[in-house]
């Protein structure tokens, strides 16, 4: 069968996969208990590739998850799993990159916003966690958001600059406005997302050549890696309550990159401790799994997407 190059939703996403025309995927939207290790399916959508659920965010209130679908945002109630669409306004191309604040109040996305040109062009924008008009936060360009600080004043994302040369974590004022570049080493650094005290910053680097997870302070001071194993592992998402990190590991080398459709595991990170363990078996996924804030309020869930096709 005659097969198509089709691009992710998320243009940092740089994998591309090949897939034929008009292919399913069976998107099982799942949360995963930490403790006994019990996966739910607690929505299952089939849609053509590149019409998938995606990137499932967790509210605040803990009644619903927020996903992205084609650009656009649902939310799904856990007592009636079904999908109803989030009013972005303009902004009906936004990729992974999206969550809640702290105190569930303020949706924060990332939307490829054409009016700046085509290509890279994804910037952040704020807006009511019911649905809004979108109100832009980041001038500078491609920008996309991992995280909100515990009180709600800064955001920390991944960015492009220097003619797409650098792609670091940097940080700005949720009212736009001067944005800090926290790190500068070679290689992609993405998925920067505060620490729910507010004093760190989490944060996925190629530095070494291997993907892995590091920590610095909220200024950028003291960055460490954390993570030194075979896998790729990317976007750490630290607990509400503090004591733990999930985050999602390709089990082979992707050369900087998170493709959709490869073997891929969760797994979860005693913070105190620094102990280690698989918090799913391995599935069929990758870019739209868990690429944003996915924890249940009371810390004892996540929530991811595993596929099929």
Request: with cysteine; charged share 20%.
């Amino acid at each position: 069968m005659r097969t198509a190059t089709i691009h992710l939703t998320c243009l940092l996403c740089a994998a591309i996969v090949e897939v034929a025309p008009a292919q399913n995927v069976t998107a099982n939207v799942e949360t995963v208990d930490i403790t006994t290790r019990l996966r739910t399916v607690v929505f299952t959508d089939v849609a053509p590739f590149g019409n998938h659920l995606e990137a499932p965010n967790w509210s605040r209130s803990g009644k619903s998850l927020l996903l992205n679908r084609m650009g656009k945002l649902y939310k799904m109630r856990f007592d009636k799993p079904r999908l109803s669409k989030v009013h972005t306004g303009f902004a009906k191309a936004c990729n992974n990159d999206h969550g809640y604040s702290f105190d569930g109040n303020t949706l924060i996305i990332s939307h490829n916003d054409e009016r700046v040109g085509k290509g890279a062009n994804s910037r952040i924008f704020k807006m009511p966690a019911t649905g809004g008009k979108p109100i832009l936060v980041t001038e500078n360009y491609p920008s996309y958001w991992h995280g909100i600080s515990p009180d709600g004043q800064m955001l920390v994302y991944c960015a492009g600059r220097n003619d797409l040369k650098d792609w670091d974590v940097y940080a700005i004022s949720i009212q736009g406005g001067f944005e800090k570049r926290l790190t500068d080493a070679p290689g992609l650094d993405d998925g920067p997302e505060y620490s729910p005290d507010g004093k760190y910053i989490y944060f996925n680097s190629h530095r070494t050549g291997r993907m892995h997870i590091w920590r610095m302070n909220a200024d950028g001071s003291e960055q460490t890696q954390i993570t030194n194993d075979a896998y790729d592992n990317w976007f750490a998402h630290p607990s509400p309550d503090g004591k733990w990190l999930a985050y999602i590991s390709y089990l082979e080398d992707q050369q900087g990159n998170h493709p959709f459709g490869k073997d891929v595991k969760l797994r979860l990170m005693n913070i105190e401790t620094g102990e280690i363990t698989d918090l799913t078996d391995v599935f069929f996924g990758g870019q739209g799994s868990f690429n944003v804030p996915s924890w249940s309020p009371d810390s004892k869930q996540v929530a991811f997407v595993s596929y099929k096709n």
